[in-house]
C-alpha cells in the first residue's frame, strides 16, 4: 500500500494535531473518485464542513503550485498551495495535498498539511485516505476536543467523497 510523502516539518506526531481517514469501496474505482476531489467546485455537494471556496487562477481542477482558499472548522479562509496533485494510474495511487495557512500570532497562527491517496487495489476496491497534520496553537485546542471535530470532518469528507463518486 502507498503511504503519504511527508515534508519533515508535517511528520504525524512531530505536529500539535495529526488525524487519519482511510475507507475502502467495492466496485469504486481511482479514476472515478480523482475527478471529484481535484475539481474544488465540487466539494461543497458532498462535505459541509467547507464553504467560501476560490479557486485557483488557472480553473477549479488543483494542480501542483496552485494557490487557492477555502473555510473549514470555523477558521476564515485558509491561503493554500498544491504541494502535490498526481492522477491515480493503474499502477500508482492518485496523490493530493496542499499547505494551508492561517497567519497570526501565536494564539491564532495556523500551519496545515493535507494529503491524500486515491488508489485501486488488487482485491477490487478503492482505497480513499487522507491524513492532515497541523501545527500551532488552534490545531492543539482542536486536538483535545472531544469528540475530535477533525477525526470526525474528514471521515464525513472521505465518505462525501466516495458517496458522490458512486452516482
Known amino acids: 500500500m502507498s503511504s503519504i510523502i511527508w515534508p519533515q516539518r508535517f511528520l ?10 482511510e475507507i475502502y469501496i467495492v466496485g469504486l474505482k481511482a ?3 480523482w475527478p471529484n476531489l481535484v475539481d474544488i467546485t465540487r466539494w461543497e455537494s458532498y462535505y459541509d ?3 467560501q ?4 487562477a488557472s480553473g477549479p481542477v488543483l494542480s501542483k503550485n496552485d494557490h487557492f482558499s477555502f473555510s473549514t472548522f470555523g477558521f476564515p479562509p485558509l491561503q493554500s498551495e498544491v504541494m502535490e496533485s498526481v492522477a491515480p494510474t493503474s499502477t500508482s495511487p ?4 496542499w ?3 492561517q497567519d497570526g500570532n501565536e494564539e491564532t497562527a495556523l500551519d496545515v498539511y493535507h ?3 486515491i488508489e485501486d487495489t488488487e482485491w477490487g476496491a478503492v482505497r480513499i485516505l487522507t491524513q492532515e497534520s497541523q501545527a500551532g496553537k488552534p490545531a492543539a485546542q482542536l486536538a483535545v476536543t472531544k469528540p475530535n471535530p477533525m477525526l470526525l ?15
Open 99 to 101: 499547505r494551508a495557512w
Open 12 to 21: 504525524p506526531g512531530t505536529t500539535d494535531n495529526f488525524v487519519s481517514n
Open 94 to 97: 492518485g496523490r493530493l495535498a
Open 115 to 117: 494529503a491524500w491517496l
Open 53 to 56: 471556496i476560490t479557486p485557483p
Open 31 to 33: 479514476e472515478q473518485v
Open 153 to 167: 470532518g474528514h471521515q464525513n469528507w472521505v465518505e462525501g467523497l466516495a458517496r458522490i463518486s458512486r452516482k
Open 49 to 51: 464542513n467547507v464553504g
